[in-house]
């Protein structure tokens, strides 16, 4: 299998440049991170970030194939060759596929992604009726691994300004959480000409995401709101 | 100061919302105009500026105009907040825009009530 | 699932996420703050082939981005010629405002501009303006839509996109005919 791979060593290299590798796959590498490891054992200068190896800790989202994805959960048979990986656009590159994601989690901080309550805690825990817990499915399994927010144009020409569709499928997350009393407040931090409405529905977001969530959606509903606390 | 990132206008909302009730206004005018133009099909001047001579027409084309000069308005800023970067030549991109597009809302009255 | 489960298990998963973040970043990152992105990462591209070790902070690249037509999902390329249509009619509205005043305001000048939308030039001009007139009606009415929710997940998003490109190709082809040419 023919693998092509942005490469670029700080120490080294002036700029990235594009290195081939052709992999001998054993049968039992059927995802795209075994024939990164097989990559790795060919020449072990090559760097990528990687951790649980099942679509759960996001850490190894890469851009495959011009597509944001995670490496882990990419057949191997689905992909044309040779494939061609590059760092996640729109963040700086520290080393080979490794970027520095230091704007993308200021973005997600910055929407306070916790739930806040002033009222006394309860002995246990606060509790929601199945219904209201239901308005989380969608929001909840987001894992962070930041295919959508660097596969957005909004993204990419304002990330210290726009919050991203990561970040505001987060912000609704908690907006949409009944335990949470902040609305108003969250609500009143996303009615911006930048943090919320520089989402112009391009679904980007939507058309990577590696657990098919839907952060446009999310942005909607937040634009929801904010049409019925004015009308 | 170097390069702080300030957010916080809270603006935003009112922008979005206008661009699409205007959008609306907009789409109703076009295709009605479009369906006025292939059933009369005017051929001379005097067809086609009798078009314009009833108060409602002139009020929906300047209604049509007026919308068209905020929708555009909206979506210019939204470029300019994409790609023009120092906040000077943004803030000037912005005025030149404006003048512009009131400059046009003004000329298109001037059209539609000259007698 | 259970409740307060869910959430823990989410809060679990962001842990483990962010310790994993920890061990495989190098440690100045953490306190390494980007206050511009865009103009931060074109400092360190001028400076990183020759930046000397006495910068404790890791040497970073500019980001690529991901323009290339080929790669963007077709709900992006509806979005994108959205923004150039609307582009391309904001400036030629002042051409057509002046044609429009010009023949209205007298006979004559109603014939000069039917003679000047006669020509072979401006009539390609007239086409290419109602094709992005077009466009951006069907694209605006999908985005509309797109706001009320509807067809707002991936497959219905990509179909809507088929759609706009269709129609208005197809409207522009029909009212082409019937009142540019």
């Known amino acids: 299998m023919k693998i092509r791979i942005q490469r670029y060593d700080p120490d080294h290299d002036a700029k990235p440049y594009m290195k081939e590798y052709d992999v001998q796959l054993e049968p039992s590498d059927r995802m795209l991170l075994d024939a990164l490891v097989r990559v790795k054992e060919m020449d072990d200068s090559f760097s990528f970030r990687r951790s649980c190896r099942e679509g759960v800790c996001g850490s190894d989202a890469m851009n495959i194939n011009g597509k944001n994805g995670l490496a882990c959960v990419t057949k191997v048979a689905d992909l044309k060759e040779p494939v061609e990986l590059r760092p996640l656009p729109g963040l700086p590159v520290i080393r080979d596929l490794y970027v520095d994601m230091s704007q993308f989690f200021k973005q997600y901080h910055s929407i306070k992604p916790y739930l806040i309550n002033n009222d006394p805690a309860p002995q246990l825990e606060r509790l929601q009726s199945p219904e209201d817990r239901a308005e989380l499915d969608g929001l909840y399994e987001c894992i962070l691994c930041a295919c959508c927010s660097t596969s957005c144009p909004s993204f990419w020409w304002n990330p210290d300004k726009f919050v991203g569709p990561a970040g505001l499928l987060q912000a609704y997350r908690f907006i949409a959480d009944t335990r949470d009393q902040a609305t108003e ?47 | 100061m170097v390069n702080r990132v300030i957010t916080g206008a809270h603006y935003g909302f009112g922008s979005w919302l206008a661009q699409r009730v205007t959008a609306c206004a907009m789409a109703i005018y076009s295709v009605l ?78 059209i539609l009530w000259r007698a | 699932m259970h409740i307060a489960h ?61 323009v290339s037509p080929g790669n963007l999902p077709l709900p992006g390329l509806v979005s994108i010629f959205h923004r150039i249509s609307g582009l391309g009619l904001f400036v030629m509205l002042w051409l057509l405002l002046w044609l429009f005043d010009r023949s209205m305001v007298s006979a004559e000048g109603y014939d000069w501009a039917r003679s000047v939308l006669s020509g072979g030039f401006v009539k390609l001009v007239m086409t290419g303006l109602l094709w992005a007139f077009l466009h951006h009606f069907c694209a605006g009415i999908r985005f509309l839509l797109l706001d009320m929710h509807v067809g707002i997940e991936l497959a219905p998003a990509r179909r809507s996109s088929v759609v ?13 005919a019937a009142l540019v040419w």
């Not at chain 1, 919320?196 to 098919?212: E, G, Q, Y």
């Not at chain 2, 002139?58 to 068209?68: E, K, Q």
């Not at chain 3, 962001?14 to 970043?25: G, T």
């Not at chain 3, 706009?164 to 522009?172: A, E, N």
């Open chain 3, 164 to 176: 706009v490109f269709v129609v208005s190709l197809l409207l522009t082809l029909i009212l082409g």
């Open chain 1, 185 to 231: 407040a969250r609500l009143d931090d996303l009615e911006d000409p930048y943090r919320l409405f520089r989402c112009h529905t391009i679904m980007n977001c939507v058309d990577v995401c590696p657990k098919s969530l839907n952060p446009t959606k999310a942005i909607g509903k937040i634009k929801d709101l904010m049409l019925k606390r004015v009308v």
């Open chain 2, 33 to 110: 105009f479009v369906i006025m133009l292939i059933a009369i099909r005017p051929g001379d001047y005097e067809a086609w500026h009798g078009m314009f001579v009833p108060v409602w027409m002139r009020l929906a084309t300047i209604l049509f105009w007026l919308s068209l000069c905020y929708h555009a308005w909206v979506g210019v800023r939204d470029i300019i907040m994409d790609y023009i970067k120092p906040t000077a030549a943004r803030l000037v991109a912005h005025g030149l825009v404006i003048f512009a597009l009131i400059g046009l809302a003004a000329w298109s009255v001037q």
């Open chain 3, 6 to 66: 869910a959430d823990m298990l989410h809060h679990t998963i962001s842990a483990l996420y962010f310790s994993a973040r920890s061990v495989w970043v190098c440690c100045p990152d953490a306190v390494h703050h980007a206050p511009d992105g865009a103009s931060q990462s074109k400092k360190v591209q001028h400076d990183s082939p020759h930046m000397a070790d006495n910068n404790s902070r890791p040497k970073r690249y500019a980001p690529w981005y991901n």
